[in-house]
Structures are given as C-alpha cells and as structure tokens.
C-alpha cells in the first residue's frame, strides 16, 4: 500500500492546547510505525515509534497510538508549542526491510 | 555524534544531464534509503541498500540508480532529467535491515531543480 500525497490537510491550534493529528494506513501487514515532523527546509525529524504488537506509546509530550482493526494512527502532543508547528508524517513498514510507505501529512500551525 | 549528510544541498541541472547525489549516514548505520519528496506526490520510496546490496526498489523508471560503498555511503544516480525529477532527493539511514530495523534517519535532502 502506498499512499498518495495529493492534500495536505492543515490542523491549528492555540499554543497550551492538544493537539491530535491523524493517520490511516493501508496495509494491514505492516509491522512498525513512525510519526515524522518536518521543519520547512529540512528533512524529516524522528518523533515516536511503534510496532504492531503495541496499541500505545507515549514520549516526552507525544504520545502515539494504533487501532490495527481500523488500520489507524494518531498523534496527540500534549501542551502544543509554536516549536511544534510543521507538517507532521506518518510512516508504515510493509513487513520488507526499510521499504516505508509515507501519508500525505498533516500541516500543523500552532497560533500564539 | 555526525546525523546524515547529503551532498549537495542545492542544485540546478537541465533536461537530459544527469545528476549525483552523495549520502554519508550516521556512523555505524549499515542501511541507506533514499526518497524523493515532491509537493504532489509527498515522499515516495527509491531505493535501500544495505551492505552494498539493494534490497528493496520502488516503482521508478531504470533512470534512477544507486549503489553503496562498504564505508555504507551511499549515491543516487539520475540520467537524462525531466522536468518532473524536480524535487527534494532525502537520504535516511538506519542501523540495520529487515526484522531488527528500526527507526530511519534523514538529512536535510538534496534539492534538485531541473530547467
């Protein structure tokens, strides 16, 4: 399954509020997951990760969760900052080495 | 410790050149991936190699090519440019391959403007 970047929904909101942004996946074998956030002008930024086996997994702020029965990802950052701002990736690996399949992304806008 | 570095940050080539980018990964990281990100198609899969071998391709035309050194750099290689092959060209690498992979790491990508 590979996912196709054609919209890129924005999600704002005020600084001290959480924020959740959403993911579906489209193969049901895949085994790991990754939320990515990236800055304008650079790469992608490792957030949190989680394999199939787990149905949560929380960070410093972040915390991730899946619903393998309806193929669905979420992250929610708790007290969101105007450092948060960027568009935030989803990332699935089809069971095959390193090969990730990447969502569309999510722009977040964090408003003062 | 030194996160991936991509070579060269910003460049310009006409349709039909051809085009190298370098990637060094993370110390110690064996796995090199390689993506290329356009606004329409966000971040689609080239190639991965691990231990100078690819192991996984993704659905692009034999134009784009690579191949790993056994220092684990890596290049990406694409002839005869179109203008569609504009885009933001990001290297990732991981520890390893397979079942013990784990999380990828990017550089700051190459950007490649074709004219």
């Known amino acids: 399954g590979e996912s196709v970047g054609l919209h890129l929904p924005t999600l704002s909101v005020q600084e001290g509020d959480n924020s959740i942004i959403n993911c579906a996946y489209s193969?049901?074998?895949?085994?790991?997951f990754i939320w990515y956030k990236q800055e304008s002008g650079k790469g992608p930024q490792f957030i949190i990760d989680i394999r199939s086996n787990m149905d949560k997994r929380q960070g410093q702020r972040v915390t991730v969760l899946l619903n393998k029965t309806v193929k669905h990802l979420s992250l929610q950052i708790a007290a969101t900052q105007p450092g948060d701002s960027a568009v935030y990736f989803c990332a699935e690996r089809g069971g095959n080495f390193n090969k990730f399949y990447f969502g569309s992304g999510t722009k977040l806008n964090v408003k003062p | 410790k030194a996160g991936v570095t991509q070579t060269p940050r910003y460049l310009i080539k006409t349709r039909g050149q051809q085009v190298t980018l370098s990637c060094s990964p993370i110390s110690g990281h064996r796995s090199v991936s390689w993506y290329q990100q356009t606004p329409g198609q966000g971040l689609q899969f080239l190639f991965e190699?691990?231990?100078?071998?690819?192991?996984n391709k993704g659905n692009f035309p034999g134009r784009f090519s690579g191949r790993q050194f056994s220092n684990s750099r890596s290049e990406m290689n694409v002839s005869t440019l179109e203008l569609g092959d504009s885009a933001l060209y990001l290297c990732a690498s991981s520890l390893g391959s397979g079942l013990v992979a784990g999380e990828l790491f990017f550089g700051e990508g190459s950007r490649l403007t074709v004219l």
């Open positions: 193969n049901s074998a895949s085994d790991y």
């Open positions: 190699y691990f231990s100078e071998t690819q192991r």
